[in-house]
């Protein structure tokens, strides 16, 4: 089973960056997933939430209004655009699925609708002028 994210980049405070997660070896569609980021010298934390049919969302505060999370589920395929960035959103940005696969080192994350598990390599964002 594999996530893999992409997308992220240099980016000048105020820009915008689409990141994706394709998952493979497990049928997306079945779970909710999250995207959660990890700030240098700083915890994993949460940063939005779908679930498995993409019709609601949730967001942290520090992120509501500017960021939107999707999902194609023909695709495998999750997505988290971000608008308006911030110096404070420089960080490796993760997926996460509600689902822990066996045999796989996994990074818990804590969210408001339980506990989900990342995997994969992320995706770094950087945010500065």
């Known amino acids: 089973v594999q996530l893999v994210e992409s997308g992220g980049g240099l980016v000048q405070p105020g820009g915008s960056l689409r990141l994706s997660c394709v998952a493979s070896g497990f049928a997306l569609s079945s779970y909710s997933m999250s995207w959660a980021r990890q700030a240098p010298g700083k915890g994993l934390e949460w940063v939005s939430v779908?679930?498995?049919?993409?019709?609601?969302?949730t967001y942290a505060d520090f992120v509501k209004g500017r960021f939107t999370i999707s999902r194609d589920n023909a695709r495998n395929t999750l997505y988290l655009q971000m608008n308006t960035l911030k110096p404070e959103d420089t960080a490796m940005y993760y997926c996460?699925?509600?689902?822990?696969?066996?045999?796989?080192?996994?990074?818990?994350?804590?969210?408001?609708?339980?506990?989900?598990?990342?995997w994969g390599q992320g995706t770094q964002v950087t945010v500065s002028s």
């Open positions: 996460a699925a509600r689902f822990l696969p066996s045999a796989v080192a996994t990074k818990a994350v804590p969210t408001p609708d339980g506990k989900f598990y990342s």
């Open positions: 779908i679930d498995s049919i993409g019709s609601s969302a």
